[in-house]
């Protein structure tokens, strides 16, 4: 039986529908008879075997109805994939194709035939056409199974939620030849002990038993109404079973038929934070950014590239991209046009007219290049400026601190003053909780940048020493900044990292057990930009906006729950059977245990609930300009020391490292770490 059905998947869809029409010929035919047959109580036979016109009216019968059963798509189902929507239009194809074949005889005028006969035949044809279909997929279905086991092993998994997007994401399973259903979970007391789909629906008290007997690997989260809240309580139920948990696309992707099966991902990054993600203000988002135009630095970085997509959905009239590396500039372009082309393939107005779409321009440059800034600026005169760029990676920093300290500090000065000459309305820099109290160079570095944007903004007119000293500039200029800490799933953040140490089997990696961060995701942290922008202007002084992350995680129990999800057990001593192990390797140079995210207390609430801002101490401008200069002279020479001696002078709880890391500096010296000469 299962060679017979094999057989019959494997030929041509032509074949099929020929196998399929000739049944139905016969089928119909026999319809016909059974009508004559049930009305009159006796086994009915045409009198002169088909030559008579009564013969001749029942061989008609499939040729009335092909035309009818080939433009409703009878034809064109699959019969294994047969739904609702395929089952109501075979019951209104047979009902038409009834109906004619009832009015032909009636057109006829042969005596004898009631309208019994035809009644009979609209119910016979519509049980043995339809079930037959129905018959059909039964079969198929029941042996695709063990077809596909012939082929290759089936991942065994279970549904948690039995309600309308749990019986969506089954019946997508139960065509799917990657996924055999063992069951639902559902904490509805109602639904436990019943069956859907032919499995049972257990109580989460049963499922650990269950997925033991059931050989289950995997459980995929079908509840698209739950509050963050209450998925994450979900998933923390869930990480005692042994499973890897994934979840599925929105509910209404797949009523679009938009994504498959093979659209079900991993936990998103959200379901590692342990709070609500922050909503919004819409209007906020649009109120500096719609039909204006645009500039953003760093556009090709994480923070930069989903600026861009939020910016993008806010309709400006330009936005312009400015990225130093070429491939991510071409990356984050490719992006933005393919984001711009579902935006216009989803609008309904198919007159919408290609000039009142936003003009995306791609423009490589440096933030430290002055000349080039100010030919950008002045050719599209942005009314808003987010600035982005920036070396953010600690460890590599350290390393390259004469570099770090030209990009991050000189290229927002650089930025900053052609925005306050060009008279951009808006201003806006992307800071870090790392600024906060910093113990390493990427750190002081942006600290400094704030504290440069807070002394020019105390200023109402400003002369900058690099420019023709007897032109002074009136500030017209609004200056804030946004400080958020670590950002999940960013280049360079624990979650890559972690994912692809599980990936390959452990050990997952950190530096201390006890380090701590605060986490946002990458929406969060653009929109959080954009609205610090829309309410910043409102007083004098550049403003300090943070967005408010819940409590700080432990990364310890970051890892652990990342295993965990994944479907595996910590590896420790009191499992050492376990799969995966985590290794603590020690505080990298300039690494804190924990981020702060204000200096002071002074702290006040704004518009969103959720962002709060600052005023906190900043040197003026005419002596910060001074040790500017100075530490301009430090890394020319690449003296180090002298870099770390003026950082200390002028950002307050700046500790630097004990030891230079600067590996131009150790080369110089032959300064080898002990590490090299492993």
Not at 48 to 57: E, K, M
Not at 117 to 144: D, E, P, Q, Y
Not at 150 to 175: C, D, K, T, Y
Not at 490 to 501: E, H, T
Request: hydrophobic share 45%.
């Amino acid at each position: 039986m299962i060679r017979a059905v094999t057989q019959v998947v494997s030929i041509s869809r032509l074949a099929k529908q020929g196998m399929l029409t000739l049944s139905d010929s016969f089928l119909l035919v026999f319809s016909v008879i059974s009508a004559f047959s049930l009305q009159q109580g006796a086994w009915f036979w045409p009198a002169d075997n088909w030559n008579d016109p009564l013969g001749i009216l029942i061989l008609i019968a499939p040729f009335i109805a092909f035309p009818i059963f080939i433009y409703f798509g009878l034809y064109r189902s699959i019969v294994r994939y047969i739904e609702a929507r395929a089952a109501s239009s075979v019951g209104l194809a047979v009902s038409l194709y009834a109906f004619i074949w009832g009015l032909v005889v009636f057109l006829t005028g042969i005596e004898g035939i009631s309208i019994a006969v035809m009644l009979i035949n609209w119910l016979v044809a519509l049980l043995v056409i339809g079930g037959s279909r129905l018959f059909a997929r039964g079969l198929l279905n029941s042996h695709k199974l063990k077809i596909n086991q012939n082929v290759r092993p089936l991942s065994r998994v279970m549904i948690f939620g039995a309600g309308e997007a749990g019986r969506q994401l089954a019946h997508a399973l139960w065509f799917s030849e990657e996924f055999h259903l063992c069951g639902f979970v559902d904490d509805n007391k109602k639904l436990q002990g019943l069956e859907l789909m032919g499995v049972p629906i257990l109580a989460m008290a049963k499922l650990a038993k269950f997925v033991d007997q059931q050989q289950v690997s995997e459980i995929l989260l079908a509840i698209p109404s739950a509050s963050r809240n209450e998925r994450n309580e979900i998933i923390r139920r869930l990480q005692h079973v042994r499973v890897r948990i994934r979840t599925l696309p929105g509910l209404s992707v797949l009523v679009r038929d938009q994504v498959g099966i093979a659209d079900l991902h991993e936990l998103e990054i959200e379901d590692l934070l342990v709070r609500e993600l922050a909503v919004p203000d819409e209007s906020l988002l649009q109120k500096q950014v719609r039909g204006s135009v645009v500039l953003v630095t760093g556009a090709g970085g994480s923070i930069g590239s989903e600026l861009c997509s939020q910016i993008l959905k806010r309709a400006p009239k330009i936005l312009l991209i400015l990225e130093l590396n070429e491939f991510a500039l071409y990356s984050v372009q490719r992006e933005l046009f393919s984001q711009l082309k579902c935006e216009v393939d989803n609008e309904n107005d198919s007159s919408i007219s290609v000039r009142l779409l936003p003009r995306i321009i791609p423009l490589l440059g440096s933030v430290q290049d002055e000349g080039r800034l100010n030919i950008l600026v002045q050719a599209w005169k942005p009314q808003v400026i987010f600035h982005a760029a920036a070396y953010k990676h600690v460890p590599i920093v350290e390393h390259n601190p004469a570099e770090g300290l030209k990009n991050n500090v000189f290229g927002t000065l650089a930025v900053a003053k052609v925005a306050i000459n060009h008279e951009v309305p808006n201003f806006i820099l992307v800071s870090t909780d790392k600024a906060v109290h910093p113990t390493n160079i990427m750190g002081a570095s942006k600290r400094l940048s704030e504290m440069i944007l807070q002394a020019l903004a105390a200023e109402h007119s400003i002369t900058f020493k690099s420019m023709d000293s007897s032109v002074t500039t009136i500030r017209r200029t609004h200056l804030s900044m946004v400080r958020f800490g670590n950002v999940l799933n960013s280049s360079g953040s624990v979650i890559p990292l972690f994912r692809k140490q599980i990936n390959e089997g452990g050990p997952v990696t950190l530096t201390h057990k006890e380090v701590t961060r605060y986490f946002m995701t990458i929406p969060e942290a653009a929109q959080l930009v954009m609205q610090a922008g829309a309410m910043s202007g409102k007083e004098d002084g550049a403003e300090v906006f943070v967005l408010d992350m819940g409590g700080a995680v432990k990364i310890l129990d970051l890892a652990r729950r990342m295993i965990e999800m994944s479907g595996f057990r910590i590896k420790d001593m009191d499992c050492p059977n376990g799969d995966i192990a985590i290794e603590v390797t020690g505080l990298r140079p300039g690494e804190k245990l924990f981020e702060e995210l204000l200096m002071g207390d002074n702290v006040q609430l704004t518009e969103h609930p959720r962002i709060i801002k600052a005023h906190e101490e900043f040197i003026e401008w005419k002596y910060l300009e001074t040790y500017l200069d100075a530490l301009r002279l430090t890394i020319e020479r690449n003296d180090i020391e002298g870099m770390q001696l003026i950082l200390q002078k002028i950002v307050k709880g700046y500790r630097p490292h004990a030891e230079v890391m600067d590996w131009v500096d150790m080369e110089r010296t032959r300064y080898i770490p002990s590490k090299q000469k492993k």
